[in-house]
């Protein structure tokens, strides 16, 4: 399926992560309006299209709140990459070490 304008799938936003709810509603709203939301972005959007993440609105922000994402995921920020650094750094002890920190057998990956 190709990206483009009629996509439903909720994407993954590009916003940079704030360090509070606040700054990232900040966020939110600044790239929003910087989308052709001059104005300020709408009090509320039919149902499907705020489902998409195609539109923002502060009923969003409200129910994400309200169920208590404070990381805002729902409005399409994006999880930290902790996985990965774990792996990463596991990886790297077995480099150095010849073992996993953990002295866990290794997996063979066929």
Avoid at 38 to 58: F, H, M, Q
Avoid at 78 to 89: C, D, F, G, L, R
Avoid at 102 to 108: G, P
Wanted: charged content about 20%; hydrophobic content about 35%.
């Amino acid at each position: 399926m190709s990206k483009g304008f009629w996509r439903t799938a909720k994407q993954v936003e590009p916003f940079s992560p704030g360090k509070c709810a606040t700054e990232r509603v900040s966020e939110y709203v600044k790239t929003w309006q910087s989308r052709c939301y001059l104005a300020g972005i709408p009090d509320e959007v039919p149902r499907k299209v705020a489902a998409s993440g195609r539109a923002p609105s502060w009923r969003a922000v409200a129910v994400a709140l309200l169920q208590n994402d404070l990381n805002l995921y729902q409005l399409g920020f994006s999880k930290p990459a902790y996985n990965k650094q774990v792996e990463t750094i596991r990886r790297a002890h077995i480099a150095v070490h010849g073992q996993p920190p953990d002295c866990t057998q290794l997996e063979l990956n066929l």
